[in-house]
């Protein structure tokens, strides 16, 4: 069965450090890959998507930038943080593009 | 446009009695439409879907949901609410040809005893 995991599970960094989330899927080969962020508990938001190792698309210009240097692993990076990077980072994963999409268990990023 | 639509912040149910989440949406074509469950500081859990077919869709833990197209409306929804199906309850949509999955602004579900 297919797993997913990211971690940090919790992370507190300073406003103008960099950052490096990772995201890993199991059991399965060339997953669509996604982040997401969820701010104040409710809305989630797409980030970046991937249909292949080296594909990225962007969905909101900001300070974040995402890469997938491997089939099954999906990185999500800043160079410095800003205050309103902070919120509930999700990764997810489907076969295709409009397949159901299983989320990871997140990470809480807290900038401050 | 395409969007989804959740009309209510919260819902509170009794324990034992049934639910209903709403959820609309607004699509041209087909629509394509989840739901999801989350609990405190977890990530989201895959509920059901409706793709095509039958109007009434079975999920996880006792959910269903009813598509009804003259409506537009995608309502989750339990015979008999449980303590624990407390949690935040988001509505979802495939828009712009796949890959970019629109999720309503969720409803937080309170049951009580």
């Known amino acids: 069965s297919q797993t997913i995991h990211q971690w940090p599970a919790t992370l507190v960094q300073p406003v103008g450090s960099p950052l490096s989330l990772e995201c890993t899927v199991e059991?399965?080969?060339?997953?669509?890959l996604y982040w997401y962020r969820q701010a104040a508990g409710r809305g989630l938001q797409l980030l970046f998507y991937?249909?292949?190792?080296?594909?990225i698309s962007s969905e909101v210009p900001q300070n974040l930038s995402a890469s997938r240097p491997q089939d099954r692993q999906f990185i999500l990076s800043s160079k410095k943080l800003l205050l309103s990077d902070s919120g509930f980072y999700l990764c997810?994963?489907?076969?295709?593009?409009?397949?159901?999409?299983?989320f990871g268990p997140g990470t809480r990023l807290t900038v401050l | 446009a395409q969007s989804v639509a959740q009309p209510e912040d919260q819902v509170n149910v009794a324990e034992g009695n049934p639910l209903t989440v709403k959820c609309t949406y607004s699509?041209?074509?087909?629509?394509?439409l989840f739901w999801y469950v989350q609990y405190p500081n977890r990530g989201l859990q895959f509920l059901l879907k409706?793709?095509?077919?039958?109007?009434l869709v079975k999920g996880s833990y006792g959910f269903e949901a009813e598509f009804n197209k003259s409506q537009t409306s995608f309502h989750l929804k339990k015979p008999s609410a449980l303590v624990s199906d407390s949690a935040l309850y988001f509505c979802?949509?495939?828009?712009?040809?796949?890959?970019?999955?629109?999720f309503g602004t969720g409803t937080q579900l309170k049951v009580e005893l």
């Open positions: 997810a994963w489907s076969v295709g593009p409009t397949d159901t999409q299983y």
């Open positions: 059991g399965t080969s060339n997953p669509n």
């Open positions: 991937s249909v292949g190792i080296g594909q």
């Open positions: 699509v041209s074509g087909n629509p394509y």
């Open positions: 409706y793709i095509t077919g039958d109007n």
């Open positions: 979802a949509l495939y828009t712009g040809g796949g890959n970019k999955l629109t």
